[in-house]
């Protein structure tokens, strides 16, 4: 059975950096597409950034160009750093696997809270 643990997170100002981090087991790492999804205060769960195997990204509008998502295919970890977090960035952040292209289910972590705010 697939776990994903996020780990980072937290209470930080505006145009702070910031990085979360999701270790994941249980599984063959390169079948899964790895993801973070973001949750805010009455808004319902949305992607935030992707990254397959071969690197290959996607980015929500919102974040692109402040936001990198990274996996490290020999550690089986991935990683979201941000470079200018914004107050509407606070969310409840959730790591995904995503093996439905292979037939898999999607897995979840239990998500870390990042909060801007100054």
């Known amino acids: 059975q697939v776990q994903l643990v996020e780990s980072g997170g937290g209470l930080v100002q505006p145009g702070v950096s910031l990085k979360v981090s999701c270790a994941f087991s249980g599984g063959r790492f390169a079948r899964y597409i790895m993801g973070w999804y973001r949750q805010a205060p009455g808004k319902q769960r949305e992607l935030v950034a992707q990254v397959a195997f071969s690197g290959a990204t996607e980015y929500a509008d919102s974040v692109r160009g402040r936001l990198t998502i990274s996996r490290d295919n020999a550690k089986s970890t991935v990683d979201l750093q941000s470079n200018n977090l914004e107050p509407e960035d606070t969310a409840v952040y959730y790591c995904?696997?995503?093996?439905?292209?292979?037939?898999?289910?999607?897995?979840w972590g239990q998500g870390t809270q990042v909060t801007v705010s100054s």
């Open positions: 995904s696997a995503d093996g439905r292209n292979r037939g898999l289910s999607q897995y």
